[in-house]
C-alpha cells in the first residue's frame, strides 16, 4: 500500500517527511505540501484506496468541492473516514470568532449539510456522533494540562506550554458552549 499525506503547512511537511524517513517508510509513504483542493486537481482519478483525514477538513470552507475531490480520486469502492467539527447550534459571535480565527475554521456545517454534502458526491456514509466524548476529552486534555503546569512547561517551554493551554482552553469553551460537535463520517 502506497500513502499521500499531504499538508499545508510547511513546518509539518517538513516533520512528517522526516518521520516518514527515520521509520524507513519513503517507499511506501509520499508526502506534499500544498493546498488540498489545488493539489487534488492533479491527482489521479480513481487511484486511491482511501482518504483519511483526521480534523483537517474543518479548514477546508468548501466542503462541496473537497468531498468531490475526495470521491473523484478514490477507486470504486474506496474508503473515506473523517473526524471533523459538525455544527449543533447557533454559533455566538464570540464562538464565531474563536472558530475563524484561533482554530482557522471559518465555516462548520450541521450534521444534515455534512451528509448532504457527501450524498452529492456520491458517498455512501455513515455519520457517528463524537460530541459527547469529544467534550469530555478536551475537557479533561485542559486539567491535565493545569494540574501538571510545571512538568508540561519544562518538556514545552514556558512560551509554547501558554500558547497551547489558551488554545486548549478556546477549544473546551467551544465544546462547553453547546454548540459545537464532533462527528465521524465511515
Known sequence: MNVLGIDIQDDL????????????????????????LKVGSHLRRNEYDSVVSWLTFLHIPDKEKLMTLCYDILKPGGYLFIEDFVKIGEFSEKESTTLCEDVNCPYVPDFET????????????????????????????????????????SIHRADTYSRLLSFYKKIKDLYNQGNLGGLRVI
Open 114 to 153: 455534512y451528509r448532504q454534502d457527501l450524498l452529492s458526491a456520491g458517498f455512501e456514509v455513515e455519520i457517528e456522533d463524537l460530541t459527547a466524548d469529544w467534550k469530555n476529552y478536551v475537557n479533561n486534555r485542559y486539567s491535565y494540562w493545569i494540574e501538571n503546569k510545571e512538568q508540561l512547561k
Open 13 to 36: 511537511y517538513r516533520l512528517e517527511t522526516e518521520l516518514t524517513q527515520r521509520c524507513g517508510l519513503q517507499n511506501q509513504v509520499n508526502t506534499m505540501c500544498g493546498d488540498f
